[in-house]
Structures are given as structure tokens and as C-alpha cells.
């Protein structure tokens, strides 16, 4: 299976500047944006707080995972045989 790396991005205005990016699924504290490699489609919660404590609460980022296209194979041989 071809896996790629998703970047995640979050978009943040108001508050009080200065924020903490909190991610889920063991990412922990990060930046605004994070790499993901997903197997399967994933959400990945994340919760921002401002310099004064003040939190979002949990908000959603998902990465989706399309199945890979199905591939037949067809071979044909050639024979000349020449006498």
C-alpha cells in the first residue's frame, strides 16, 4: 500500500496570541501543523489555548485514506515459430 505524509494545519485568529496546539492520538503539544501517515482514514482532535488559559476545547482535523486502485495484470505471450 503507497502511503503519503498528510500535512494538518489549523487556522487560529482572536485570543490572546502566543498559542499551545494540543493533538490527539499521541501527538501531544505541537505546532499548528503536523505530519500524519495515516493507514486508514483518522481524526485527529486538537485543542488550542491562548496565552491566558483560554481553550477552544477539542476541534477535528481529518485525514482521508482512499483505497488504492485495484490493478489487473494481463499477460500474453508470443510464440513464432518458424520452420
Known amino acids: 500500500m ?3 505524509t498528510t500535512v494538518l494545519t489549523t487556522n487560529t485568529s482572536g485570543g490572546n496570541g502566543n ?3 494540543t493533538w490527539g492520538k ?3 503539544v505541537s505546532s499548528r501543523s503536523i505530519n500524519v501517515m495515516p493507514t486508514a482514514t483518522t481524526t485527529y482532535p486538537v485543542t488550542v489555548t491562548d496565552n491566558c488559559g483560554y481553550s477552544t476545547g477539542n476541534r477535528f ?4 485514506v482512499n483505497p488504492a486502485p485495484a ?3 494481463l499477460l500474453t505471450y508470443k510464440t513464432d515459430v518458424s520452420l
Open 26 to 28: 499521541g501527538i501531544g
Open 2 to 4: 503507497l502511503r503519503r
Open 61 to 64: 482535523c481529518e485525514s482521508v
Open 71 to 73: 490493478v489487473q495484470l
Open 19 to 21: 498559542f499551545t496546539y
